[in-house]
C-alpha cells in the first residue's frame, strides 16, 4: 500500500511560480515511479510529468505542455515528490494529483491516487 498526499496548490498570476509537493507514505519509496496529472473541466486529463528511479539514477518524463517550464524531482530523506512550475499560464488551472504505481511511469493511470490540489492561474 501507498498512499499520497499533495500540497503547494493556490491562486496564482499569470507568469508566476508554484511548487506542488507529494508526500508519499510508503517504505518502498524508491520502487514507485511517481507522477503528476491534471484534470480541469472540460479537458481531458493529462499527464503532467513522471519520475522513476532505474539503478539508482532519476529518470524524468514531461507532456510538451510542461517542457521547460515544469521541473519534477524527488528528495529520498523526506519521501517527497516535488513539481516546480514556473511561467504558469491560465491553461495550466487544473486539479493536479499525486499518483505512485511500481516502477513504470506507464502503469500510472492505474495506480494510487491523491486526493489533488487545486491550481488556479489568473490572467
Known amino acids: 500500500e501507498v498512499q499520497l498526499v499533495e500540497s503547494g496548490g493556490g491562486l496564482v498570476k499569470a507568469g508566476g511560480s508554484l511548487r506542488l509537493s507529494c508526500l508519499v507514505s510508503?517504505?518502498?519509496?524508491?520502487?514507485?515511479?511517481i507522477g503528476w496529472f491534471r484534470q480541469a473541466p472540460g479537458k481531458e486529463r493529462e499527464r503532467v510529468s513522471c519520475i522513476a528511479n532505474s539503478d539508482g539514477f532519476d529518470l524524468t518524463e514531461y507532456a510538451d505542455s510542461a517542457k521547460g517550464r515544469f521541473t519534477i524531482s524527488r528528495d529520498t530523506a523526506s519521501n517527497t515528490v516535488y513539481l516546480q512550475m514556473s511561467g504558469l499560464k491560465p491553461e495550466d488551472t487544473a486539479v493536479y494529483y499525486c499518483?505512485?504505481?511500481?516502477?513504470?511511469?506507464?502503469?500510472?493511470?492505474?495506480?494510487?491516487w491523491g486526493r489533488g490540489t487545486l491550481v488556479t492561474v489568473s490572467s
Open positions: 510508503t517504505f518502498r519509496f524508491d520502487d514507485y515511479a
Open positions: 499518483v505512485a504505481a511500481r516502477y513504470f511511469c506507464d502503469r500510472l493511470p492505474n495506480g494510487s
